[in-house]
C-alpha cells in the first residue's frame, strides 16, 4: 500500500535557510522574465532596473509593480515566459471589463500547485484514509482543477463533483462515505440547510472536513458552520493570477493564514502609495511567483488587504501569517465565488438600446446564497413602452449576464431619473451581505 508524501517538512524551515532559497528562486525567476516577456523587458526598463540589480530581498521593492491590466494588455500569452510547446494548461479569470484574464501553467507549475494546494490539506489533517469530494466549479475557474490535483497529491480519494446539485452532493457524500469537501463557504452553508430540510445530519454522517474559500468569510461564518455541521472548517486562500488555490491557509492554531513562502513570495504595500509596509502593518497584498515557469508574475497586485506576523506560530510553522482577507482596496464584487467587476457590468449594459448609464448593482445573502439585483435606468420611450417590451430587454440582459460573467441575477428596469446621482464619485453597488 503506497502513502502519499508528508509535505509538511517544508513548512519548517528555519527562516535563514527559507530567505537564502527565496532569493535564489527570484534571481531565477527575473532573469527569465525579463529575456523572454516584451512587457516584463519593458517595465524594468522603465523603472531603470535590471535582473542583475536583484542582489537582496530588500532589492525587489525596486521592480516594478504587476496589475490585472497588464495581464489583460498581454492576453492571451504576452507574459509567458516559456514558449508555447512547454504550456500545459490554461485557466482563466475574470478581467476588469470585456475579455478575461488568462493564467498559463508548464508542467512543473502545475506540479508546484498540487504541491501547495496538498499542503493546505495536510496541514488541515487530510491523509490518504480521506475521501474527499471537490465541489469547485470545474471551469475555466481555477477552483475545481487546483483542489483536486492537490486532494490527490495529499493522497486522498477524489470525487470530481464540481459545483450545483446540492441533492445529488448530499447523496454522494452519504453512500461514498465522503470525509472532506472543498467548496465555497457560502455554498457548504446552502448545502447544510438542504440538508437539514431533507433531515439528514451531517454530525452523524462521514463528513469531518470542509475546505473553503474563493470568497471572503468571517470567523462567526466558522462558528456557525462548525456548530451546526461538526465539520472542521478550514480557510483556503488562493488567485488565479498567482496559481489558484492554496497560495495560503490556516493552521489548527487558527491565528492567520500561512502563505507558502517558497514558492510566493508577499509584501505589503500602501495601497495608494506604493511604498512597502513594516510587518504588522495593515495593506495591499503583493505576491511574486518566485518558480511558476509558464506566467511568472512579479510584485502583482492582488488588491487584497491584510497584514503579515512574521512571529512564530504554535503550530511551529516557520511560514509568515496573513490575516483572513475580508476587504479588497479595488471595486471587485465576490459573488458566489465569481469575480465581478462594476465595469464589467456596465459595458454590457450599455450594449442595449434604450438603457441609461445609471445602475446599482445591489447584493444580498437570500437563504445564505448571494443574490444579485441589477436595477438599470430606461430611456422614457423605453419606460413607456408596452410590458411586452419591457419584458423582453429584462430577458436579453440577464441572458448575457449569465452568458458573459456566468452569474445569475434579477434585471430591474427602472424609471428615468429613479437612481441617486451624486455629485462626487457615483456609488454603483450597494452591498447588504453581512461578511
Ligand atoms: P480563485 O479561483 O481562487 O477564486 P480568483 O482569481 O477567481 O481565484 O479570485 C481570487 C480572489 O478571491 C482573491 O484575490 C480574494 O479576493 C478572493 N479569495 C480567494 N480565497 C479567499 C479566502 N479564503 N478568503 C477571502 N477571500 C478569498
Ligand atoms: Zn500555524
Known amino acids: 500500500m503506497s502513502t502519499a508524501e508528508d509535505l509538511s517538512r517544508k513548512d519548517f524551515l528555519d527562516r535563514p535557510a527559507l530567505a537564502a532559497l527565496q532569493l535564489q528562486r527570484l534571481q531565477a525567476i527575473v532573469a527569465p522574465a525579463y529575456a523572454n516577456s516584451p512587457s516584463y523587458k519593458r517595465a524594468f526598463d ?16 525596486k521592480f516594478p509593480f504587476t496589475a490585472k491590466t497588464d495581464l489583460r494588455d498581454n492576453y492571451p500569452f504576452g507574459l509567458n515566459a516559456v514558449p508555447n510547446s512547454e504550456i500545459r494548461r490554461v485557466h482563466a479569470s475574470s478581467g476588469t471589463t470585456g475579455k478575461p484574464i488568462v493564467v498559463t501553467y ?41 483542489a483536486h ?147 511568472p508574475l512579479l510584485r502583482y497586485r492582488t488588491h487584497d488587504l491584510t497584514t503579515l506576523h512574521y512571529e512564530p506560530c504554535p503550530c511551529g510553522r516557520t511560514l509568515v501569517r496573513m490575516d483572513r482577507i475580508r476587504r479588497r482596496s479595488d471595486d471587485m464584487l465576490i459573488i458566489r465565488g465569481v469575480n465581478l467587476f462594476p465595469s464589467q457590468v456596465e459595458s454590457l449594459l450599455l450594449e442595449f438600446e434604450g438603457i441609461e448609464p445609471h445602475y446599482l448593482l445591489v447584493v444580498t445573502r437570500e437563504q445564505s446564497m448571494d443574490a444579485l439585483e441589477i436595477q438599470v435606468e430606461v430611456t422614457p420611450q423605453v419606460f413607456s413602452d408596452e410590458v411586452k417590451v419591457l419584458e423582453t430587454l429584462r430577458n436579453r440582459i440577464r441572458e448575457r449576464m449569465k452568458a458573459m460573467i456566468g452569474i445569475n441575477a434579477k434585471i430591474t428596469l427602472v424609471e428615468p431619473g429613479s437612481i441617486a446621482r451624486s455629485a462626487g464619485k457615483t456609488k454603483h453597488v450597494l452591498d447588504m451581505r453581512k461578511a
Not at 522603465?46 to 521593492?61: I, R, Y
Open 106 to 146: 508548464t508542467q512543473g507549475d502545475l506540479e508546484t500547485w498540487a504541491e501547495t494546494a496538498a499542503r493546505v490539506f495536510q496541514m488541515g489533517g487530510i491523509t490518504s484514509n480521506d475521501i474527499a469530494l471537490i465541489s469547485y466549479g470545474y471551469s475555466l475557474f481555477t477552483g475545481g482543477m487546483g
Open 46 to 61: 522603465a523603472a531603470g532596473v535590471k535582473p542583475s540589480d536583484l542582489k537582496s530581498l530588500a532589492d525587489l521593492s
Open 149 to 295: 490535483s492537490g486532494m490527490e497529491r495529499a493522497g486522498a480519494t477524489v470525487i470530481p463533483m464540481g459545483g450545483g446539485n446540492t441533492e445529488k452532493q448530499l447523496m454522494l457524500i452519504k453512500d461514498l462515505g465522503v470525509t472532506a469537501i472543498c467548496c465555497t463557504p457560502s455554498f457548504f452553508i446552502h448545502l447544510m440547510e438542504v440538508a437539514a430540510e431533507k433531515g439528514f445530519d451531517f454530525r452523524k454522517s462521514t463528513l469531518r472536513h470542509g475546505f473553503f474559500g474563493a470568497e471572503p468569510w468571517s470567523e462567526e461564518m466558522r462558528q456557525r458552520i462548525e456548530a451546526e455541521s461538526g465539520v472542521k472548517a478550514h480557510d483556503i486562500f488562493g488567485l488565479s493570477e498567482i496559481m489558484g488555490p492554496g497560495v495560503a491557509g490556516d493552521c489548527e492554531c487558527r491565528n492567520g493564514l500561512h502563505i507558502f513562502e517558497d514558492h510566493y513570495y508577499p509584501e505589503i504595500v500602501d495601497p495608494a502609495t506604493g511604498e512597502v509596509l513594516p510587518p504588522g502593518t495593515e495593506g495591499e497584498l503583493v505576491l511574486t511567483t518566485m518558480d511558476k515557469m509558464g506566467m
